[in-house]
């Protein structure tokens, strides 16, 4: 039998580790603040680099709607603080830094979680929607992502309107597991992040162009049933492309989804394998 770590042996001691790393990262930020992006600009940069909105309220399997509704009040609040932000060459963004704390005191409401393996919720909750929109632009720019986690090989929701691959998401807990990436080039790069009633909107920009362009889409994707357990598998993949001749350089994996569905699978195509 596996031996439980500390975190897993009862609610009291997921949150003595779960305050341990919060301290942890809060010190190792102290260091590393001078080099975050900060600095926010009244005009948008020049260039245009990517765009693209999400849907706020997104009927996800058996989830009660009111914490969609919840989470479109948390991005509403927390859009404003990355809203506009440059981020220079040699400067990394980090979600958490900007953000901060997502408390009832700051006007935070309970909001959809991911806990595990399954959905649950606390306050706040919903962050991950920002954090995945945020990386799906980021993914097309020449910019160096530094920290990424992801909802570990599951499949949580049946589809609803997927617009991107499955595997470009996020996963986020305040403040140790962040999503940062690094401005690599000699470009000043910007986030537009707002809110309307039914998208979170998001626009990367720049002060000159890329030199690339980038698109990433998805290839072998299919359902599988393994020892009777059915899991979403998959390819992602990056194309660099010269932004002028239109030249392909290059191909890249960015990941390969082999997921754990977990909601009703009777609706879909499976492979035994």
Request: include cysteine; charge should be positive.
């Given at each position: 039998?596996?031996?439980?770590?500390?975190?897993?042996?009862?609610?009291?001691?997921?949150?003595?580790?779960?305050?341990?790393?919060?301290?942890?990262?809060?010190?190792?930020?102290?260091?590393?603040?001078?080099?975050?992006?900060?600095?926010?600009?009244?005009?948008?940069?020049?260039?245009?680099?990517?765009?693209?909105?999400?849907?706020?309220?997104?009927?996800?399997?058996n989830?009660?709607?009111?914490?969609?509704?919840?989470?479109?009040?948390?991005?509403s609040?927390?859009?404003?603080?990355?809203?506009?932000?440059?981020i220079?060459?040699?400067?990394?963004?980090?979600?958490?830094?900007?953000?901060?704390?997502?408390?009832?005191?700051?006007?935070?409401?309970?909001g959809?979680?991911?806990f595990?393996?399954?959905?649950?919720?606390?306050?706040?909750?919903g962050?991950?929607?920002?954090?995945?929109?945020?990386?799906?632009?980021?993914?097309?720019?020449?910019?160096?992502?530094?920290?990424?986690?992801?909802?570990?090989?599951?499949?949580?929701?049946?589809?609803?309107?997927?617009?991107?691959?499955?595997?470009?998401?996020?996963?986020i807990?305040?403040?140790?597991?962040?999503?940062?990436?690094?401005?690599t080039?000699?470009?000043?790069?910007?986030?537009?992040?707002?809110?309307?009633?039914?998208?979170?909107?998001?626009?990367?920009?720049?002060?000159?162009?890329?030199?690339?362009?980038?698109?990433?889409?998805?290839?072998?994707?299919?359902?599988?049933?393994?020892?009777?357990?059915?899991?979403?598998?998959?390819?992602?993949?990056?194309?660099?492309?010269?932004?002028?001749?239109?030249?392909?350089?290059?191909?890249?994996?960015?990941?390969?989804?082999?997921?754990?569905?977990?909601?009703?699978?009777?609706?879909?195509e499976?492979?035994?394998?």
């Open positions: 039998m596996k031996r439980k770590l500390f975190c897993e042996l009862s609610p009291l001691t997921y949150a003595i580790s779960e305050r341990k790393c919060e301290m942890v990262r809060t010190v190792k930020n102290l260091f590393e603040a001078g080099n975050f992006a900060k600095t926010r600009s009244d005009q948008k940069l020049e260039y245009s680099i990517y765009k693209h909105n999400s849907l706020i309220r997104r009927r996800l399997g989830v009660d709607m009111h914490l969609q509704e919840n989470k479109a009040v948390n991005l609040l927390a859009a404003p603080k990355i809203n506009m932000l440059l220079r060459p040699g400067e990394t963004f980090s979600f958490w830094y900007l953000v901060g704390s997502l408390s009832e005191k700051n006007g935070y409401k309970e959809l979680t991911i595990s393996d399954h959905p649950s919720s606390g306050i706040g909750g962050m991950c929607q920002m954090t995945n929109l945020i990386h799906w632009m980021v993914l097309h720019s020449e910019m160096e992502i530094t920290e990424h986690h992801h909802h570990d090989q599951i499949d949580l929701f049946p589809d609803f309107n997927r617009t991107i691959p499955f595997g470009t998401g996020t996963s807990m305040y403040n140790y597991l962040d999503y940062r990436f690094k401005n080039t000699d470009i000043t790069y910007q986030l537009v992040i707002y809110t309307t009633d039914e998208y979170l909107c998001g626009e990367l920009r720049a002060n000159k162009r890329q030199e690339h362009k980038y698109h990433i889409w998805a290839e072998n994707v299919f359902f599988s049933q393994e020892n009777g357990i059915v899991y979403r598998n998959g390819e992602v993949y990056r194309d660099k492309i010269d932004r002028r001749t239109g030249e392909h350089i290059e191909k890249k994996l960015i990941r390969k989804n082999h997921a754990r569905v977990c909601y009703d699978t009777s609706g879909l499976i492979k035994a394998v």
